[in-house]
């Protein structure tokens, strides 16, 4: 069966650094274009990025342009996400999710369990 | 940026009722909308996508409809694990994806 597994979230202070990890495993994730999803803590969800099956394009929200980066390493089923300048706002549960289809975007049909990451001093 | 819109912000029904909740558009997304469900402590689950079609698994008593820039989540009789919050999400033709604010579907 599908699964997503997110780690390296934690507790880091404004103007650091943190990579997530997303290892995926029941289904051939190098066909899939794969999503960071977050949730600040009682708000909604928010659209962080998408990259598409082969590595070869990643968008982002504006709310972590230039900030976060979004890769993967198919050899490895494994995505990430690279935060930088990290500020209070960006506080929430990271979700991976697995995109529909391989290139673009569309909806996300399996998520991840979600991994917290707490910016303060 | 598509600015989705749910209504109400909060339904408040008895177990056995009917829910309807609505998603609206700023523009138009053709039938690219997108319906998950999410409990306390879980992560969403797939629902609906392209509007009307049920994700796998998903019980016949969830239905979509809807086009354009209007559409609607019926839950024809709400079961006691059905309490929980709704969101739509659009994925049209530009990014950046985006959902709606969520209903919050409680016991009454």
């Known amino acids: 069966q599908v699964q997503l597994v997110e780690s390296g979230g934690g507790v880091v202070q404004p103007g650091r650094s943190l990579r997530l990890s997303c290892a995926a495993s029941?289904?051939?994730?190098?066909?899939?274009?794969m999503h960071w999803v977050r949730q600040a803590p009682g708000k909604g969800l928010e659209w962080v990025a998408v990259i598409w099956s082969d590595g070869s394009n990643g968008n982002y929200a504006d709310s972590v342009k230039g900030r976060f980066t979004i890769s993967r390493d198919n050899s490895k089923n494994t995505l990430y996400l690279q935060m930088n300048s990290l500020r209070a706002d960006d506080t929430a549960v990271y979700y991976c999710?697995?995109?529909?289809?391989?290139?673009?975007?569309?909806?996300?049909?399996?998520w991840g369990q979600g991994t917290l990451v707490t910016v303060s001093t | 940026e598509i600015v989705l819109t749910q209504s109400p912000g909060t339904l408040s029904l008895s177990p056995g009722e009917r829910a309807t909740l609505s998603c609206r558009a700023s523009?138009?997304?053709?039938?690219?909308l997108a319906w998950y469900q999410q409990k306390p402590g879980q992560a969403p689950r797939l629902l609906m996508y392209?509007?009307?079609s049920r994700a796998t698994g998903i019980p016949d008593r969830f239905s979509g409809s809807g086009s354009g820039t209007d559409f609607t989540l019926t839950i024809s009789r709400l079961e006691p694990e059905d309490f929980a919050v709704y969101y739509c999400?659009?994925?049209?033709?530009?990014?950046?994806?985006?959902f709606g604010g969520g209903t919050k579907v409680e016991i009454k």
């Open positions: 523009q138009s997304v053709s039938s690219y």
């Open positions: 999710a697995r995109d529909r289809y391989g290139s673009g975007w569309s909806y996300f049909d399996y």
């Open positions: 392209g509007a009307s």
């Open positions: 999400q659009q994925y049209g033709s530009s990014l950046p994806l985006t």
């Open positions: 029941g289904f051939t994730f190098s066909t899939c274009g």
